[in-house]
């Protein structure tokens, strides 16, 4: 939702698989609306289980757990407070992890 202005455009990240224990890169495509810059990301898991790093970044880094499970990460982008002060929240990836993950048919 937009906070006193127009807000980013934040697309939904695609859904990542990561080897349970192990960690997967997120991002999501955002956009700032004309004239303006990204000023702030936050990156947080709202439902299953799992830590980012970095989540502060465009590009945080998820470890799933040690077992099998679904997880939900939520982004928010900003941009500056002096110009616009408005930003937007994308529920942007469900990240599956599992024991092994198949590699893919050729």
């Known amino acids: ?18 080897i349970a224990g192990q960690s997967v890169l997120l991002d999501v495509p955002a956009t ?5 810059s990204i000023s702030g ?10 830590s980012l790093a970095n989540a502060n970044t465009a590009m945080p880094l998820y470890t799933a757990p040690a077992g099998s499970g679904v997880a939900t990460v939520r982004a928010t982008v900003s941009i500056p ?22 590699a893919p048919v050729a």
């Open 32 to 36: 700032p609306p004309g004239g303006q």
């Open 1 to 18: 939702p937009a906070v006193g202005g127009v807000p980013p455009t934040v697309s939904n990240g695609l859904a990542r698989p990561v």
């Open 81 to 102: 407070a002096p110009t616009v002060g408005a930003s937007a929240s994308r529920t942007p990836a469900t990240v599956a992890a599992a024991a092994s993950i198949p």
């Open 41 to 50: 990301w936050s990156w947080e898991v709202i439902s299953g289980a799992g």
